[in-house]
Structures are given as structure tokens and as C-alpha cells.
């Protein structure tokens, strides 16, 4: 209501004034801005309609009308963004699900760990006061930390918990089937393997010798340190070698023989295991469940570091062996290969229109092609269409992999209980087995790899989509704002974090498992930045001092101080993006319906598209500075109706008076101020350099500011006026003594005639002219008396 009577109040002065009075506008008038007492009037609520038709430039029809049909394009592209991604997303949980393995790996991690019992000691007081008819082992898997240690739980506790697999000494239906742990079956047998480390010389070869009686060494640099948590990735890219030793237990042979032939592999005497040369043992055994139709492998890899130390991991890994098993499954990746396929459809236009305009320009289409691409988010559905092109490729293979290993689950090797054959047959069958179904897993990681990836590149095509809407660009915006900022904020961060992981590392990996590496360091640095303390664990290495210093430091330092500055660098960027968004901007609810209305009305003939006007427009090749009314609109577009010109016009009003009242950030205003306050200092010294300092300025011990500028301008407006009197009447002065020189150079030709006819010579002219030289004087004198002459007017110059 306020702002509606101070435009009220600021209409009545103006007709009051009536339209030829003068005004004189203040400093922050700008073309359609007043200035009403203390508040800035904007008089484009008043004559929207009068500003339309006294025509709008060129220039801003264009850009609206170009922002217009990228929103428009954008607003339709969006759903199908949104399909895919929902889609894929779909595809990915039911090709993975991720709960069912997971539950797999957890039961057969947890029997590894604590149901593989070793060390039992029979009739024990333990054994007693439980109660129990059988011996009871008192060691679990974390227990093995020596060779003897390994081979006990092999023998005590791995092997005998598919002692229901092997054979038994009765004679038993062959077609029996067998299931360890309610619903897992084991197939085939238990590949044994061990892996070698190089051998090289002792850093210490006599001292090797005299004191450990050894000849060379095996330094095993994979695990001379703490390995990290167990990783399949790892497992699959170390393949069993040729040269590594491999020994196979098949499920057809009795518990009798298999028990030796652990004990002949596995004892600390034994020549199988080589203490020296020994990185690894692993076992690897493969487990089908019929309920879920999936093949589990599970894998048992005890290494040996050259401290001493033993570790061991446990993993599990499924695979499908039917990959579709559900409609919803098929359908939703036949979604996806739609929309990718309608991707390339799209690209394929823009690619063949630029070919076509190529040959008629007759320059090569491979350049505009090539700028085309290396746009930022014609890269991104480059890069879309490129990793589903892999993806679908590697699913393919993947799902010839599970069809290749269902066949030869199905074959006449593993259909039945026992294996059949010959011992090298069993082996080859066995091996076959294990490769193929470590060959699927590779594929299937490669795979979630790529998901992983193409789950990244998805959302980007949404926030293309995004891009071209003002309220939604918002987020992208802001990114590239400050991404240089973020850049070099990041040179220092990263600075700063590896010198505390590397400090800690120093301070506290000798006993500290955290701290053991410069891997485990840095994410347990990330963990205390993002409020995870570990400060008992350091306490109690370093002492409370020590760790004290170090974890304040690094919390200050790092998470007080350097994280806050990275969030004010990007709610400056924020502040700066959000301020340039108009208050005409449309919402996506608002462009969605008026996409849709649009829609219709150009299927009713009421209304042209966008790029319809936007190319007439063009064609027309108007300047950018040229005015364009409603009327000459629909001239030069023909169909366009006078209602939809009129709004064209307004729109491109309204971004263009959004643009002009975009307010700046923070850090603008603040340079904006500094730049004000320089300039102003400066236009102060100059004004004192041509007035001189002012009294007032002198009385305030030169404090300068305002007040002193104003006195300088009075000063110097001052200074103007007088120099324009003194001007003016030295413009009176000077024309008077310019006539009086043409009246005595007349007189002085005169004279000259004369003496030309008398023949008198040039001394008698010279001598008889100084009356002529006296009066020239007293017409080029000053009221004091001094002479103002010429220089050329000088004796000798006017004797000759």
C-alpha cells in the first residue's frame, strides 16, 4: 500500500508540473526509476503497456525469445531425464540385490569365524561343565596367528564343516542331494593354493646366515603391512598362477583320505608349504543354493607378512545364475535402452544437420561436429551415450557368462552328488568350474563399476535439463561459480590434512591400526573432520599431551576454521547466483503449465511456437538496436497475433528490468564499496591539486570525506566562473587591439606605397618610420606601460 500511494504521489507531481516544465533527474534516476522521498518507484508498474508500445530493442526480443525456447526444451526433455533415471535405478536393485547376497556373506563369514573350531581338548573341565558328548575346540579363526595354528584350522575346523559333503565309508545313494546350512550345497570339492613371493638377497647376508641360518629372503612387500578390510577386487586380480601349488579335495572321495592328505599338505614339516617362500594359502570352495538359483564361492586366504604376523580373509561372493527372473526386472531395462536409444536418435539429427550445412557451406562438418561435443552438457550425453554402449556391452557378456556356467552346472560332471571320472578329469571339470564362476564375477564387478558410473552421468542429464530453468539452474550455477575458488581452497586443504595424516602416522602407526597407513590415516582423518573421534586409541600410544595437541590442532585448524571458509565460499557463490534470479522467473509447476497450454493453443491455431517467431525473427536481420512494437511485430512475423506479440514484448521487458535490478553478493558489495571509496579519494586529491585545500578542510586536520569534496566542487565551480569573466573580457580587449594592428598595417602599406615611388632607400624608410614603430608600441601596451610586442615585431626583425 505504501509503494502504490508513493507512485500515486509521484504521478500527481509530474502532472502538476506539466510537460514542458524542467526536471532535472537525481543521481539515481535510470530510465524508468524515480526517486519519491526515500524509496526508488519503479514507473514500469504503471506503463507496462505505453513502454510495449513505444517498442522494445531487437537485441532483448531475441534473448528472451531464445531463453524461452531452451526453458521449453528443457521442460519437455525433463521428464524422459527423470524416466531414466528412475528406471535405471530400478534395474540396478534388481540386478544386484544387495540384500540377499549380503545375507549369504554374513552366514558363511560367521560360520568361518565362529563356528571353525580348533585346538579341542578332549574330556576338558570345560567339556564337563557344559555337558557335552563331544570334545569342544577351544581356538576360533582370529586365534590362528602361527603355521601350526593354520593347519589345525584346516584340518579341525574348515574342512569337517563339509565333512556332510564327502563321501562316507557305507555305500550311499549317489543321486542323494547333500545341503550344508540349510539351503547351501557344496559342489564339486575344495580347491587348496598357495602363492610364492620372489626370492631375493638379505639386506644382511652374513648376519641372515649366522644368525637365522637363512640364504635369501622373500620380502613380500604386499603385506609387509596391515592389509586392508577384505576386498573382492583383490581376491579376483590375484589368479592362480602356473607355477603356484595346488592341491584338489573332491567332495566323491572319503573323509579317511582326505584327512591324510590334509595333514600330508598342511603340517609345519611339510614340503608343500614353503615357510619361506610362502605369501598366501587360500581355499576356495563353490556353493550352490537352489532357492535363489545362485552359484557362492567361498574364498579362506590366510597371508604371512615378514613380521610375523598372520591375516586372514573371508569372502563370499554370489552370483546369478538366471540374471531375469522377474518381469519388472526386463522391464525396466527395456526402459532404459529405449530412452538411450532415443538419445542417440537425437544426437543423430544434430550430428546429420550439421553434415547437411557443412556441404552446403563446403567446410568440413568435423569441426562443428567436434565444438558440438566439447560442450559441457552435449559432453555429458556424449559420455552417457558412450557408457551405456560399454554397459550394455559388458551385461551382455556377463549374461552369456551366468548361461555358460548354468550349462555346466546342468553337464553330467556336477548333476549328481559325486563326481565322476577319472582324478585328472575331477581336476579339470573342478577348475573349469572355479574359473568360470571367477570369470562371471569379474564381469559382474566390471558391471557394478559401470552402474556405478552411468548412476553418476544420469542425474547430469537431469541438471541439463535443469540448467535451462532459472529457479532450478540455481544448484549447477552455484558449482561453476566457485568451482575456481573451490579449486584453490582445496590446494590448501588437502596441504593441511596430509600433514596431520602424516604427523598421526608418525606420532602413532606403530600400535595405532587406524594410523598403520598413509590409506588408514587419511580416512581416519576424514573421519575426525567429520566428527568421529578417536582419542581413546591415541591416548593411550602417545600419552594425553601429545594427543591432545594433535587432535585440538586438527579440529580447530580443520574442521573449525577451513571448512567454514568452504562453506562461505559457496554461500557467496549462492547469494551471487540467487540474486540474479528475476522476480518474474517461473517456477517449474508454472512452466510446466504453460508449456502445456502453449501446447494447446498452437494445436489449436490460436498461437505460433517459440522457434517459429524466434526464426522469422532472425530472417528479418534487424539491428539490435531497432525498436519493435506490437504492430511491426506482427508484421514481420507473419500469423503472430497482436495478444501474442504484445506478451513477447512484455517478457522481454521484464528480464530486461530483472537484469538491470539484480542485486549483487557479499563479496561484490564489498568490492564495489572499495572501488566507490578509491575513486572518491581520487577525485579528491585531483580536486585539491586544482583549487588548493580548502579552509575547512585545513581546520579538520585534512580528514577529507564528504564535506571536503563538496567544498572543493563549490571551490572549483567558483574558480570556472571567474576564469569565464576573465575569458570574456580578454575576447573584448583582444579584438579591439586586433583592429588597431589592421589599421596600422593598412598604414604601414600605405606608407610603403609612397616611399616606393619617391625611390627613398630602406635606411631612409627605417629612419623615417620610428614614429610608425612608436605608435605600434603604445597599440600593444599594457596600462602599465609595458610593452606586449611579438617577438617577430621585435627592432631588428622589423628593420628587415
Known amino acids: 500500500t505504501h509503494h502504490h500511494a508513493a507512485i500515486l504521489h509521484h504521478t500527481q507531481e509530474r502532472e502538476e508540473r506539466g510537460p514542458h516544465e524542467a526536471h532535472h533527474p537525481s543521481l539515481l534516476e535510470h530510465e524508468h526509476l524515480a526517486m519519491v522521498g526515500e524509496e526508488v518507484v519503479d514507473e514500469t508498474d504503471l506503463s507496462m503497456l505505453d513502454r510495449v508500445n513505444k517498442g522494445v530493442q531487437a537485441e532483448e526480443v531475441i534473448g528472451y525469445l531464445?531463453?524461452?525456447?531452451?526453458?521449453?526444451?528443457?521442460?519437455?526433455?525433463?521428464?524422459?531425464?527423470?524416466?531414466?533415471?528412475?528406471?535405471?535405478?530400478?534395474?540396478?536393485?534388481?540386478?544386484?540385490?544387495?540384500?540377499?547376497?549380503?545375507?549369504?556373506?554374513?552366514?558363511?563369514?560367521?560360520?568361518?569365524?565362529?563356528?571353525?573350531?580348533?585346538?579341542?581338548?578332549?574330556?576338558?573341565?570345560?567339556?564337563?561343565?557344559?555337558?557335552a558328548d563331544q570334545d569342544v575346540g577351544m581356538k576360533v579363526l582370529e586365534n590362528a596367528n602361527t603355521r601350526q595354528d593354520v593347519h589345525s584350522w584346516f584340518r579341525l575346523g574348515f574342512f569337517p564343516?563339509?565333512?556332510?559333503?564327502?563321501?562316507?565309508?557305507?555305500?550311499?545313494?549317489?543321486?542323494?542331494?547333500?545341503?550344508?546350512?540349510?539351503?547351501?550345497?557344496?559342489?564339486?570339492?575344495?580347491?587348496?593354493?598357495?602363492?610364492?613371493?620372489?626370492?631375493?638377497?638379505?639386506?644382511?647376508p652374513s648376519l641372515a646366515k649366522a644368525l637365522a641360518n637363512f640364504d635369501s629372503c622373500s620380502p613380500a612387500y604386499h603385506f609387509r603391512s596391515t592389509p586392508l578390510s577384505p576386498h573382492l577386487p583383490d581376491i579376483l586380480a590375484r589368479r592362480v598362477k602356473e607355477e603356484d601349488k595346488v592341491r584338489w579335495f573332491f567332495f566323491s572321495e572319503d573323509w579317511a583320505t582326505i584327512e591324510s592328505r590334509i595333514d600330508e599338505t598342511l603340517r609345519p614339516n611339510s614340503t608343500w608349504l614353503e615357510r619361506r617362500r610362502s605369501e598366501s594359502v587360500r581355499a576356495a570352495v563353490p556353493l550352490y543354493n537352489p532357492e535363489l538359483h545362485t552359484i557362492t564361492v567361498v574364498y579362506a586366504e590366510f597371508f604371512f607378512a615378514r613380521s610375523g604376523k598372520q591375516w586372514v580373509r573371508i569372502l563370499a561372493p554370489s552370483i546369478k545364475v538366471q540374471v531375469y527372473h522377474r518381469i519388472s526386472h526386463i522391464?525396466?531395462?527395456?526402459?532404459?535402452?529405449?530412452?538411450?536409444?532415443?538419445?542417440?536418435?537425437?544426437?543423430?539429427?544434430?550430428?546429420?544437420?550439421?553434415?547437411?550445412?557443412?556441404?552446403?557451406?563446403?567446410?568440413?562438418?568435423?569441426?562443428?561436429?567436434?565444438?558440438?561435443?566439447?560442450?559441457?552438457?552435449?559432453?555429458?550425453?556424449?559420455?552417457?551415450?558412450?557408457?551405456?554402449?560399454?554397459?550394455?556391452?559388458?551385461?551382455?557378456?556377463?549374461?552369456?557368462?551366468?548361461?555358460t556356467l548354468s550349462d555346466m552346472l546342468e553337464g553330467e560332471a556336477f548333476g549328481q552328488r559325486t563326481m565322476i571320472g577319472s582324478e585328472m578329469e575331477k581336476q579339470q571339470a573342478l577348475e573349469a568350474l572355479l574359473d568360470q564362476v571367477e570369470l562371471s564375477l569379474r564381469h559382474q564387478l566390471a558391471v557394478a563399476y559401470l552402474r556405478s558410473v552411468f548412476l553418476f552421468l544420469v542425474p547430469m542429464r537431469m541438471f541439463k535439463a535443469f540448467s535451462a530453468q532459472a529457479r532450478l539452474s540455481i544448484l549447477t550455477r552455484t558449482v561453476a561459480v566457485c568451482a575456481v575458488d573451490v579449486f584453490h581452497f582445496l590446494l590448501i586443504f588437502f596441504t593441511l590434512f596430509m600433514t596431520w595424516a602424516v604427523s598421526g602416522i608418525v606420532l602413532f602407526g606403530s600400535s595405532v591400526e587406524e594410523f598403520a597407513d598413509f590409506e588408514r590415516a587419511m580416512n581416519t582423518c576424514l573421519r575426525v573432520v567429520l566428527g568421529e573421534i578417536v582419542w581413546h586409541e591415541v591416548r593411550e600410544e602417545a600419552g594425553p599431551i601429545v594427543a591432545g595437541l594433535w587432535l585440538w590442532t586438527f579440529c580447530f585448524v580443520n574442521s573449525l576454521v577451513v571448512l567454514n571458509m568452504l562453506l562461505a565460499i559457496i554461500m557467496d557463490a549462492y547469494s551471487d547466483v540467487?540474486?540474479?534470479?528475476?522476480?518474474?522467473?517461473?517456477?517449474?509447476?508454472?512452466?510446466?503449465?504453460?508449456?502445456?497450454?502453449?501446447?494447446?493453443?498452437?494445436?489449436?491455431?490460436?498461437?505460433?511456437?517459440?522457434?517459429e517467431v524466434l526464426t522469422a525473427l532472425e530472417a528479418s536481420s534487424l539491428s539490435g538496436e531497432a525498436l519493435i512494437t506490437p504492430a511491426s511485430f506482427c508484421t514481420l512475423v507473419p500469423g503472430l497475433s497482436k495478444e501474442q506479440a504484445e506478451e513477447v514484448l512484455t517478457g522481454a521487458l521484464q528480464d530486461a528490468d530483472d537484469l538491470e535490478r539484480s542485486t549483487h553478493s557479499v563479496s561484490g558489495v564489498i568490492k564495489m564499496v572499495g572501488a566507490v571509496d578509491t575513486r572518491v579519494k581520487a577525485m579528491n586529491r585531483s580536486l585539491l591539486c586544482l583549487v588548493g585545500p580548502s579552509p575547512a578542510g585545513s581546520k579538520r586536520g585534512g580528514s577529507g570525506g564528504a564535506d571536503t569534496v563538496l567544498h572543493a566542487v563549490a571551490a572549483l565551480a567558483e574558480s570556472f566562473r571567474e576564469h569565464q569573466e576573465a575569458f570574456r573580457h580578454h575576447q573584448l580587449d583582444t579584438a579591439q587591439k586586433l583592429a588597431k594592428m589592421e589599421e596600422f598595417m593598412h598604414l604601414m602599406a600605405d606608407h610603403g606605397r609612397a616611399r616606393s615611388n619617391s625611390g627613398v632607400g630602406q635606411r631612409d624608410f627605417v629612419r623615417r618610420t620610428s614614429?610608425?614603430?612608436?605608435?605600434?608600441?603604445?597599440?600593444?601596451?599594457?596600462?602599465?606601460?609595458?610593452?606586449?610586442?611579438?617577438?617577430?615585431?621585435?627592432?631588428?626583425?622589423?628593420?628587415s
Request: hydrophobic share 40%.
Open 578 to 611: 540467487k540474486s540474479s534470479v528475476g522476480a518474474h522467473s517461473e517456477t517449474l509447476p508454472q512452466q510446466a503449465w504453460e508449456t502445456y497450454t502453449c501446447w494447446r493453443a498452437r494445436r489449436a491455431g490460436l498461437r505460433m511456437s517459440v522457434k
Open 771 to 799: 614614429k610608425s614603430r612608436a605608435e605600434l608600441g603604445e597599440y600593444f601596451s599594457d596600462p602599465e606601460g609595458k610593452s606586449r610586442l611579438p617577438p617577430c615585431l621585435s627592432a631588428p626583425c622589423y628593420d
Open 66 to 131: 531464445t531463453s524461452e525456447l531452451s526453458e521449453d526444451m528443457s521442460c519437455r526433455s525433463l521428464p524422459g531425464a527423470i524416466t531414466l533415471f528412475a528406471c535405471f535405478i530400478v534395474s540396478c536393485l534388481m540386478a544386484e540385490e544387495p540384500t540377499l547376497n549380503y545375507s549369504t556373506r554374513s552366514l558363511l563369514s560367521e560360520i568361518m569365524t565362529e563356528d571353525a573350531n580348533f585346538a579341542y581338548i578332549p574330556g576338558s573341565q570345560f567339556q564337563r561343565d557344559l555337558g
Open 331 to 403: 522391464l525396466a531395462d527395456a526402459a532404459c535402452l529405449l530412452l538411450v536409444l532415443q538419445m542417440f536418435v537425437s544426437e543423430g539429427k544434430e550430428v546429420s544437420v550439421m553434415i547437411i550445412e557443412g556441404k552446403q557451406k563446403r567446410t568440413p562438418p568435423f569441426k562443428a561436429i567436434f565444438r558440438h561435443f566439447t560442450q559441457f552438457w552435449n559432453g555429458v550425453d556424449c559420455m552417457c551415450m558412450i557408457g551405456f554402449s560399454v554397459l550394455v556391452y559388458y551385461w551382455v557378456v556377463h549374461i552369456l557368462n551366468a548361461q
Open 161 to 204: 564343516l563339509f565333512q556332510g559333503s564327502f563321501a562316507l565309508d557305507e555305500p550311499v545313494d549317489p543321486t542323494a542331494i547333500i545341503t550344508q546350512w540349510e539351503y547351501l550345497s557344496a559342489v564339486g570339492g575344495v580347491r587348496l593354493s598357495q602363492e610364492f613371493a620372489p626370492l631375493e638377497d638379505c639386506r644382511k
